[in-house]
C-alpha cells in the first residue's frame, strides 16, 4: 500500500537516507529502529510528504506521491509529533480543525466518544489547552489526527516523554486502532514494549535498511 523505491534523501550535500526500498502492507504494524541520526523520523517525514527524496519515488496504492496533492494525501497518511502541536485555546478548537478542513459539521458525539477511548473525561472538550499535561496534550493531538481515519498513522516517537500511565493508554489505544480499524501503523520508537508489540521491525543504520524480522 505504501512503499519506497530506491529512495536516498541529501542535505546539505550529506547523505541522510541511501537507496531505500521498503514496503508496507495494509494493517501492518511496523516499528523502524536503529541508533540515533541514522534516519529513522527522515524516513517518516519522506512517508510523510513533509520532505522530497533526493532520487526515487514513493507510492501510495501505486500511485507516485509526488503527483497527489499534498493535503489529500496528508489526510490519509497522517504523521504524529514528539511534540504534539495544539493550536487555538481549548481542545474544541482542535477538534473542529479536521472537520473545518474538510468543510463538515462539527459531531461532537463523536469526539467525545473519542475522548472516552483514551481515558479523558468529556469536560475536556472545553478545557484550555495551556492546562493540559503532556500526556494529555499528546492524547489530544492523536485524536486530532483520527477522528476521520487515516489510512496511515505516521508515529515518531510519541509517548517520548510521557509517564507510564500516558504512554500505556496511548499504547493500548494504537492497538486497538491498528487491530479493530485495520489502520497501518508506521512507528519510530527505541522503547523496547512498543517495538515487541508490532509485528514487523525494520532496523536503520547509517541511512541503509536492514531487516531485523
Known sequence: MLKTESVSFKH??????TDMTISFEKGSH???TGPSGSGKSTVLKL???LLTPTTGKILFNDQDIAGLRPENYRMQVSYCFQQPSLFGETVRDNFMFPYEVRKKDFQESH???LLKEVKLPERYL??????LSGGEKQRIALIRNVIFLPEVLLLDEVTAGLDEESKQIVNQWLLQLNQEKNVTLIRVTH??????????????VAGRLEEEK
Do not use: F, G, P, Y
Open 191 to 204: 522503547d523496547t514494549e512498543e517495538i515487541a508489540q508490532s509485528t514487523i521491525v525494520k532496523r536503520i
Open 30 to 32: 511496523t516499528t523502524i
Open 126 to 131: 472545553n478545557k484550555k489547552i495551556t492546562e
Open 12 to 17: 546539505n550535500e550529506q547523505s541522510i537516507i
Open 47 to 49: 512517508l510523510a510528504s
Open 111 to 113: 469526539v467525545l466518544e
